[in-house]
């Protein structure tokens, strides 16, 4: 069971938006950044969102997200079926003193 | 090119023991804090943070999953990390990737190896 809770599974048309939920507490996202990473079969993690809102250098600004109190949330507009991938969030657990991350969401463009 | 390579994981008895390396290369190291982690995904499921070393190597945490039996240190002479992996169980079976982060506070992690899978059984 991880600390942070993502759905399991979204889906979406092309060209369609998607949102990923990222739930924790005041202990991790109520205090803390949170990051968003995107990750293909068989790859590495990749950092698409720092610092809640801030795209690294490279990714697309269909890619968005946001934060507010204890929750996170991954935003993808226009989506197209090289989007399909596994989406995680995490960030630091002051309480844990551990670094978490979210359960992961599988995002199928439909 | 930014590059992390890791090396070191492959097939080990329960009980048994290995140590990752993880080599860094095509950073700028002076703009950075070089704070690292290590992240394994076991096959089929999501990331789980094991371990984390802070830039200057004095502060260190670990997952309680491995607390006792996993160590971790860096070489900044060699820009490495390590992961030295004790009385390692079934459970323990994974790719394990090195990561970096710039920040320790925003421990966003920007730059990722492609993995080394450790597999634990008899």
């Known amino acids: 069971q991880s600390v942070l809770t993502q759905p399991p599974s979204v889906s979406a048309a092309p060209g369609q938006k998607v949102t990923i939920s990222c739930s924790g507490s005041?202990?991790?996202?109520?205090?803390?950044?949170v990051s968003w990473y995107q990750q293909f079969p068989g790859k590495a993690p990749k950092l698409l969102i720092s610092?809640?809102?801030k795209r690294p250098s490279g990714i697309p600004d269909r890619f968005s997200g946001s934060k507010s109190g204890t929750s996170a949330t991954l935003g993808i507009t226009g989506l197209q079926t090289g989007d399909e991938a596994d989406y995680y969030c995490g960030t630091w657990d002051r309480s844990l003193s551990v670094v978490v991350f979210g359960g992961g969401t599988k995002l199928t463009v439909l | 090119e930014v590059q992390l390579v890791e090396s070191g994981g492959g097939l080990v008895q329960p009980g048994g023991s290995l140590r990752l390396s993880c080599v860094a290369s095509?950073?700028?190291?002076?703009?950075?804090?070089?704070?690292w982690v290590w992240v394994r995904q076991a096959p089929g499921k999501g990331l789980e943070w094991v371990s984390y070393?802070?830039?200057?190597?004095?502060?260190?945490y670990y997952a309680d999953s491995v607390k006792g039996r996993f160590t971790v240190s860096r070489d900044n002479a060699k820009n490495s990390l390590f992961l030295q992996m004790n009385s390692l169980r079934a459970e323990d079976t994974s790719l394990y990737y090195c990561a970096r982060a710039c920040s320790s506070v925003t421990l966003a992690f920007d730059y990722w190896g492609q993995g080394s899978l450790v597999t634990v059984s008899s």
């Open positions: 610092e809640n809102n």
């Open positions: 095509g950073f700028t190291f002076s703009s950075c804090e070089m704070n």
């Open positions: 005041s202990s991790n996202i109520g205090n803390n950044y």
């Open positions: 070393i802070s830039g200057s190597g004095t502060t260190i």
